[in-house]
């Protein structure tokens, strides 16, 4: 992935115009739909030669077509030529993990004829962000939910678990349990730093807890779909958690010993990361740049 991802993860705001210059239009033609079967009816759908949005799992059964996450709108008709490849079933359910719109912008192009289900706080925050330069009103759910939501689809039963103030205040894990699979949205980007920013209702220490909370739920064969990056493991995960407590910790510290943001970017606090930071998302110093606003704020409230 590019570094131009943080562009897109970061903000919810940046929306693609009605009118495109050409040169965006030719950059949108290059992006590719890929594929992966997975385990039982589900398959893991990503963008490859460009970014169009974030990781989508599909279930596609005797049922229909349920999607977790959608992408941006701009790839919802290479999105339908895909699964139609492998089914001439209808796209019936969709599931939002999260508001942002690299996740479910392609809402807009399915809401005519699939049930689109979210968090609560994710049509609030939609209809907060609402306005007419960046219309979100096309992307709200038609059905929400406040704490949890299981959904019986093609021979499993599929649960959507809501963790609050995460990545945002709307995260959902959804969890496909006979497939011994779960799509976490943006509480996980593997192989690269996190964006976490409390305008959305994130928080970095809730997303830590949120996260060993699942690790401690999900049984240890269980796959994972991160927001961005490969399909990972529960180990994977584990040590993603691992990371961000460090960070956090070695950030915390630096701050309550006097340490300037930019001395601890001179020092290269986080430098046993910097692989992380070449993963396509945020740099280390970018990521450092996040904390250390993240903690300030905590510290002042």
Same mark, same amino acid.
């Given at each position: 992935m590019k570094r131009s991802l943080l562009l897109f993860v970061c903000s919810f705001t940046i929306l693609l115009a009605q009118a495109k210059p050409v040169h965006a239009k030719n950059f949108e033609d290059s992006i590719s739909i890929r594929t992966t079967k997975l385990e039982g009816n589900l398959y893991f759908i990503d963008c490859v030669n460009g970014f169009g949005g974030g990781n989508v799992t599909a279930s596609i059964g005797e049922?229909?077509? !349920?999607?977790?996450?959608?992408?941006?709108?701009?790839?919802?008709?290479?999105? +339908?030529?895909?699964?139609?490849?492998?089914?001439?079933?209808?796209?019936?359910?969709i599931l939002n993990s999260?508001?942002?719109?690299d996740h479910i912008q392609g809402n807009k #192009?399915?809401? %005519?004829?699939?049930?689109?289900? /979210?968090? #609560?706080?994710v049509s609030k925050r939609l209809l907060l962000n609402? +306005?007419?330069?960046?219309?979100?009103?096309?992307?709200?759910?038609f059905v929400t939910f406040r704490d949890s939501l299981t959904i019986h689809f093609?021979?499993?039963?599929?649960?959507?678990?809501?963790?609050? %103030?995460?990545?945002?205040d709307g995260d959902a894990m959804i969890y496909?349990? +006979?497939? +011994?699979?779960?799509? !976490?949205?943006?509480?996980?980007?593997?192989?690269?730093?996190? /964006?976490?920013?409390?305008?959305?209702?994130g928080n970095i220490k809730q997303l830590i807890v949120s996260i060993e909370q699942i690790l401690q739920r999900i049984p240890a064969d269980v796959r994972v779909i991160p927001g961005h990056g490969e399909v990972a493991t529960m180990h994977d995960l584990s040590e993603y958690v691992t990371m961000l407590k460090e960070t956090v910790h070695i950030v915390e510290t630096n701050m309550n010993n006097g340490k300037t943001l930019q001395q601890m970017q001179q020092e290269k606090v986080l430098s046993k990361y910097n692989a992380l930071g070449d993963g396509g998302a945020q740099t280390t110093d970018q990521y450092l740049a996040m904390l250390y606003k993240l903690l300030s704020v905590e510290k002042k409230s």
């Open positions: 049922d229909g077509i !349920l999607l977790a996450d959608d992408m941006y709108a701009m790839m919802s008709g290479k999105l +339908k030529a895909a699964l139609h490849n492998i089914s001439d079933k209808p796209i019936r359910i999260h508001f942002h719109g #192009e399915f809401q %005519n004829s699939s049930i689109i289900i /979210a968090h #609560e706080n609402n +306005k007419p330069t960046a219309p979100t009103m096309g992307m709200m759910p093609n021979g499993e039963d599929i649960q959507m678990i809501h963790f609050p %103030n995460s990545h945002t496909f349990t +006979k497939s +011994k699979l779960i799509h !976490l949205g943006d509480m996980f980007f593997f192989g690269m730093f996190p /964006a976490v920013y409390t305008e959305g209702g």
